[in-house]
C-alpha cells in the first residue's frame, strides 16, 4: 500500500514560486531516500532533486540550483520541493519519487508545472 500523492503544481509567471508536495503513506520517510524528478515534452526524466533518509543530505541539479529547495516534514511524512525564480524552461511534469533499490522503487502520479506569462 505504498502511495505517494502530488499536489501544488499549476501555472506561474516567470519569477514567480511554487511549492510541491508529496505525501508519502505505507513507509516511513526515514527509509529510503526521496528524490524529485521531472519531464518536459520531447525530453527525457531528469532528476532535480533528492534528500537522504536521514535528512541530512541535499542534492540538486545545477540548473535550479540555488532556486530550488527540498525538505520534509517527517511528523506529516511529506516532503516538499519549493520553486523560486521560475524560468520557463522549468516548465515540466514533476513526479515524487521513494527509493531504496532497484526493487523498492515507487513513483507519485505527477504534477504538472507550467511557466509562462
Known amino acids: 500500500q505504498v502511495q505517494l500523492v502530488e499536489s501544488g503544481g499549476g501555472w506561474v509567471q516567470p519569477g514567480g514560486s511554487l511549492r510541491l508536495s508529496c505525501a508519502a503513506s505505507?513507509?516511513?520517510?526515514?527509509?529510503?531516500?526521496m528524490n524529485w524528478y521531472r519531464q518536459a515534452p520531447g525530453k527525457e526524466r531528469e532528476l532535480v532533486a533528492g534528500i537522504s533518509s536521514t535528512g541530512l543530505t541535499r542534492n540538486y541539479t545545477n540548473f535550479v540550483k540555488g532556486r530550488f529547495t527540498i525538505s520534509r516534514d517527517r511528523a506529516k511524512n511529506t516532503v516538499y520541493l519549493q520553486m523560486n525564480s521560475l524560468k520557463p524552461e522549468d516548465t515540466a511534469a514533476y513526479y515524487c519519487?521513494?527509493?531504496?533499490?532497484?526493487?523498492?522503487?515507487?513513483w507519485g502520479q505527477g504534477t504538472q508545472v507550467t511557466v509562462s506569462s
Open positions: 505505507g513507509f516511513t520517510l526515514s527509509m529510503c531516500a
Open positions: 519519487n521513494a527509493h531504496r533499490n532497484e526493487f523498492w522503487d515507487y
